[in-house]
């Protein structure tokens, strides 16, 4: 066990836990931050996506180890109250079925547009490909992706 | 306008206590909708009076309903609301949703399978909130003074237009909550709806995009544990002996033992499937912690024997056979192969089939076969469970809450009515939840160590310990006359361990010489429903046979359908005919007017499909094109029958993601097994279709008609699967027998 300074979400955590621990069982265990979502725990899934210093990560296979001072922003803390791009876009279509991978889709989607303001189908195929949605809302997150980009570009 | 009785449902009606905040185990903010939306004006209200157990109302105006069935994604939560709040005549936005808990004396059927929430709960939910309205009806002609039948309501308002009097439902809440229930009540004429067949959101998706707890998985309470199982490696063996010196002595690990999921007196139901039954437990404070205690536990395992079962399968007493032995994927195919070679059990048969196929012009022979499936849901199997000597608290996610309270009940020695069930919201069901064992493990590990703890799958866990689709394989013939008339039909097919025959659905009653005949193998491998059982493969194969036939007999495969409807519709062959011959053509025509049929463009490879299936009919059409010599979907048009549709947005949603399901798992999904071992036990090696891989565009087309609404979770999910065979020979000129289309070396994308 060891002492972890961590910044969650603009806020500075200190927890006591095992340094090999994957930062997704941090939020979810240690800090009850459970919008990030467990899927696979090998990084194939995308459930787990966080931005570390505004970049997506999987956070399943992350040690919190690894973060030192960089900043997490968790789905909790990606806007103060629904209003980010991707999360008014995700409303307005109504893109979930079960909503379990969603959380991930958001981060993934919302750090694409950082990045790339005016992705074209295939810059989201490229960068979403990792993100699985079981229930099959793909056609859907596109289309949020695209009116997000709007919203953020307006 | 419906006069109905309200004796169907009544116990529903019975005002309860429990349901009016106090004792709710997970608490309002758990279970609620995240109402208030910005679009709404009312607080909380102060005081809340129960109306009936679906519906309470506050004092001013604002309104709960409950939503008494799981919710799996299938998106009842907002419409099953819907209904109610529709014939009590509420201002949606008004109205708080709150998941119901299990409770069987107030709510009939709280399952979500065969794709009949809707359509089973129609009638108690129209009722519901019918006989809400009346009740506040009731109260304000009681006040007003003015008969109860010149009272008119509309939008959360009560008025009289001849005293001018008028009130919010609100208003009138405490006097209606003390009206006595009526014996019947007045339905809304379906022209008169405003809720019902328009768009509304789901009431759970401002907590999605933030990240609220919702799900089983998220579920967290003081002082709770965590526990994970260990199971055997293969089907076919199980638990010897454990050394767990190691596990027990690693960090936050409070303790490591030996469960039995089922006493051995107690006689399973279907829902009580699973193969591994002795388990390991490892609980500690943590998940991590405790995943990683598992890694360090040194079990021993043996062959397991052979075993027969007397189980319960939904009524029928039946000996159910697993095998000892490691079985083997190739092993299975073979068997399946053989078994097609020879007469099966004859189910059905029309005219003289033997005949038939003897005088017949032109006889077309295929086989089509399907691997076992894992269901994959993306949040793995969980419960929590808090277990004392005198009752059990339960929460987490199941589809069927209520045969599984039977099953821990009698696992745990204790009444029924001492164990409670919270549903939360399921990240995913397609049949895998209907199978609880979780549920009775966690309330297992709970009794034991005499603490609330919440037991977690790993993807790995719940890969290899599933319930999958079962593995099936048929054999089609058709006979064709010289005019190319097709004049018999045959099907024998079967499956590890069930057959996926419907002996009575289309073709049969369109054919004048049919035969459908049957087999089954036994396996100890675990199988169950998966999204439209049986259905999920018949279909594809069905459908790519009929697209054949069509072919060779010269003629264009939708024209050649309706041909054989138009038959069925007017001189049925035989009278058991599981369809309506009328709205299958329904859906052809539809799909084919909406996609243009036979104004193809050049470059598009097209298919098409069409099935009954869970009450409803779907027909579909799908382009394809070539890109660097893999196939890409560009488009599918897809048209449904499913009577009245309550909330159209989410409908075309949930039709939407039967497409992407079908196509996913038709061309990249399968489950292999190898000495007893699934060889796929994450994302890494089971291939699930993603984002590059969905089609560019959907269109879903709703055949407009007053018929009583049928199923949607299921129906557009089997036919997708012909459609992409179908444009797949378009396609590349091939004809594509075996799923999964592209075979298990196409790429994996991490």
Redesign the interface.
Known sequence: ?ALINLNVNGKSQQIDV?P???VL?VL???L??????????????G?CTIHINGVATRSCTLPVSAVGNQEIT???G??ES?DHPV?KA??EH?V????????GQ?MQASALLNNNPNPS?ED???V???????????????KAIKTAANLKNA | MTIVKTTFGRRSFIRSTTLAGGGMMLGFSWLASCKPTPEQVLNMPKEWFNINAYLKIGENGLITIMSPNPEIGQNVKTSMPMIVAEELDADWKNVIVEQAPLNTDLFTRQLAGGSQSIRQGWESLRMAGASARQMLKEAAAQQWQVPVEEITTDNGMLSHQGSGNSAGFGEMASAASKIPVPEEVTLKSLKDFKIIRTSRKNVDGPKIVTGQPLYGLDYHREGMLIAMIAHPPAFGMKLKTVDDSVAKSMPGIKDVFTIKTFNDDYKRSAFDNSAFTDLVVVVGNTTWEAMNAKKALKIEWEMAPDIHLDMDLFGRQMSVHFPAGLENTDTHKAQMAELNKKPGKTVRKDGDPIKAFKNASKIIERSYSCPFLAHNCMEPMNFFADVTEDKAELAGPVQTPEFMEKSAAERLGLPLEKVDIQMTRMGGGFGRRLYGHFLTEAAVISQKIKAPVKLVYTREDDMTHGTYRPAYNALYRAALDENNNLVAFHVRTGGIPESPLSANRFPAGAVDHYLAEDWTIDSNITTGAFRAPRSNFIAGAEQSFLDEVAEEAGKDPIEFRLELLARAKSNPVGERNDYEAERYAGVLELVKEKSNWGKEQANLSRGVSAYFCHNSYVAQVLDMVMVNGAPVVEKVYCAIDCGIVVNPDAATNLAEGGVVDGIGHAMYSELTIKDGVPEQNNFDKYKLIRHSEAPKSIEVHFVKNDVDPTGLGEPPFPPIMGAVANALYKATGKRFYDQPFMGSSSKVLG
């Open positions: 066990m095992d090999t621990t994957p069982w979810r265990d240690h009850q931050l459970v919008g990030t979502k467990y899927g696979c725990g090998i990084a194939q899934c459930a968790t789905i909790e990606l806007s629904a999360q995700w409303l109504d979930y079925q079960c909503g379990y991978c969603q959380a958001i189908d989201i195929d490229a979403m490909d990792g993100n699985i949605c079981r229930c099959g809302t793909y056609t859907r997150i596109k």
